[in-house]
């Protein structure tokens, strides 16, 4: 009888018509495949009972975070050989409905059957949320929110280092990841203008980083408002911390509910991917509401490349049961032209898609530095959800697949004037 490995190996490539670009170790120890490559470790027949019951990227991503698959060598390696497989399989690549009515793929089928064990499904793991229609209701975003944020303080301050910044550093060569936060804090205040006395409302706040910036460095009165009480709490203590408290102010509350304008500038920092297609236009016209004439908007937000047909987009699974419960992206020029049917006249578009592929291998070496903690802090599912979503993210950003940008609008007076001076560009000088 054939080891566990090359017969694995064998089926899967007649399923997947394609050679899999890596190596494989079985539950047996067996291993087969090209001895340079990273290795893709089969712990027990769970992980095939797995990928059966769900084929494709949420059956994987179950045997991951269940323990059941691991990866041994270059974890990126690893990722970027299985995407052209798992999540880049173009339209001439044959489904799954066209490889079964293949005779050789069906008899392929039962013989993974036989490796299998007992047909039985497993139970996802617990870190998964269970799939839902998007809602975007009060309720729905909190839930969301909740998943993902209130994860515990002290694991995310293992990932994300002192600066406590969850979004995309502005990078300069040589420069620490602290440095690149604090220079993309900067970059934000400088686009916005920002000027002693004025009102910055920051939306998805975090734990208060942009808003203590603000305050500290140029004098503004600041609200932060996020969804997450754990945030909050943390972002609190910071502001009185750094005495601070006459300045900013931590609100628990939806940006729905924001009613204390006109505010002179508001900020919103990877919080759009969480509105939703359905509410964005009701989200830019409630900030545009919020801001006084001439005030500005910088939203900083995760874009995907657009499709040919638009309506087929579907949010991608693993992320969606793990990690952004009703997460949604949007291509860069449906966001402007959602922002200016709001009203905003765009002023400036500027991309940090590399910026944020390096942030994010910053961070994926952060949490592989202090696992053992970080596994003790959630638990050793939640660790390798976070693994593999920002290595994933990752590579995503370094291949072109998504993309992230800072968006400068303006709510322009009825007479025209934007306040902005002729060459806007003077704060990447």
């Not at 944020?356 to 949490?367: D, E, I, S």
Request: a neutral charge; hydrophobic letters at 40%.
């Amino acid at each position: 009888m054939a080891e566990a490995a090359s017969r694995l190996r064998s089926l899967a490539e007649q399923m997947l018509g394609a050679p899999l670009p890596v190596r494989l170790r079985a539950w047996d120890g067996s291993q087969a495949g090209p001895p340079d490559a990273p290795t893709l470790v089969v712990r027990n027949r769970r992980a095939l009972r797995h990928m059966l019951f769900k084929p494709g990227e949420l059956g994987l991503a179950r045997a991951w975070v269940a323990g059941d698959l691991g990866i041994e060598g270059d974890l990126y390696a690893a990722l970027d050989a299985m995407a052209a497989l798992v999540w880049e399989r173009g339209e001439d690549s044959r489904s799954l409905a066209q490889a079964l009515r293949d005779p050789e793929v069906r008899a392929a089928g039962r013989e993974l059957l036989k490796l299998v064990g007992p047909p039985i499904p497993p139970a996802p793991p617990r870190e998964e949320v269970r799939r839902r229609r998007h809602l975007h209701t009060r309720r729905s975003d909190k839930e969301a929110i909740s998943h993902h944020y209130d994860v515990g303080n002290d694991f995310y301050e293992i990932v994300l280092g002192p600066s406590m910044v969850y979004s995309c550093a502005y990078w300069e060569d040589g420069g620490t990841l602290e440095s690149a936060q604090r220079d993309k804090l900067e970059l934000v205040c400088a686009k916005l203008g920002l000027k002693e006395g004025q009102r910055l409302l920051d939306v998805g706040c975090g734990w208060g980083s942009m808003a203590i910036h603000a305050a500290r460095e140029h004098g503004v009165s600041v609200v932060g408002v996020t969804l997450s009480q754990e945030q909050a709490a943390y972002a609190r203590k910071r502001v009185a911390d750094q005495g601070l408290t006459d300045r900013v102010e931590i609100r628990v509350q939806d940006y729905r509910d924001v009613v204390d304008g006109p505010y002179d500038a508001i900020s919103s920092i990877g919080m759009a991917e969480h509105v939703g297609a359905e509410r964005y236009l009701a989200y830019a016209r409630s900030l545009s509401a919020l801001l006084k004439p001439g005030g500005r908007l910088l939203n900083h937000q995760i874009a995907r490349r657009p499709q040919h047909d638009e309506s087929a987009y579907e949010t991608d699974r693993f992320i969606d049961a793990y990690v952004f419960p009703d997460g949604e992206l949007a291509p860069v020029g449906t966001t402007v032209t959602q922002l200016e049917r709001a009203g905003f006249e765009v002023r400036d578009v500027e991309s940090l898609r590399e910026h944020y592929a390096r942030t994010l291998r910053r961070w994926v070496a952060n949490l592989e530095a202090d696992w053992d903690r970080a596994v003790r802090l959630t638990s050793p599912g939640r660790a390798r959800v976070w693994l593999l979503y920002m290595a994933a993210c990752a590579l995503a950003f370094e291949r072109n697949r998504v993309g992230v940008n800072q968006v400068l609008a303006v709510r322009t007076p009825e007479p025209g004037g934007s306040g902005l001076p002729l060459r806007t560009r003077t704060w990447n000088s």
